[in-house]
Nanobody
Framework: VQLVESGGGWVQPGGSLRLSCAAS??????????MSWYRQAPGKERELVAG????????NYADSVKGRFTISRDNGKNTVYLQMNSLKPEDTAVYYC?????WGRGTQVTVSS
């Protein structure tokens, strides 16, 4: 599975961004894959931000983003999304998409004034 993230950028505190992760390749069925978003800030370990089941009915979030971030998916487009609202400077990180053992290259999110 190849994963490509997009949608990162710079935003002021309190702002919003929507990240996308498009999956492609052969030998997999996107609708059968659980998907996750991780992030890694400078000098810190990579951490799980949110996950979603294959059908989209089950989601989970890190405590630090609950109520602010929403993970969703469109199985018809082989894409998973991360809607990020009320962003804080501590959300600054490279955000990665993960499926099975495959990782994307990440997209940078910077929150600052």
């Amino acid at each position: 599975v190849q994963l490509v993230e997009s949608g990162g950028g710079w935003v002021q505190p309190g702002g919003s961004l929507r990240l996308s992760c498009a999956a492609s390749g052969f030998g997999f069925t996107f609708s059968s894959l659980a998907m996750s978003w991780y992030r890694q800030a400078p000098g810190k370990e990579r951490e799980l931000v949110a996950g979603i089941s294959s059908g989209g009915g089950i989601t989970n979030y890190a405590d630090s983003v609950k109520g602010r971030f929403t993970i969703s998916r469109d199985n018809g487009k082989n894409t998973v999304y991360l809607q990020m609202n009320s962003l804080k400077p501590e959300d600054t990180a490279v955000y990665y998409c993960k499926a099975l053992r495959s990782w994307g290259r990440g997209t940078q999110v910077t929150v600052s004034s």
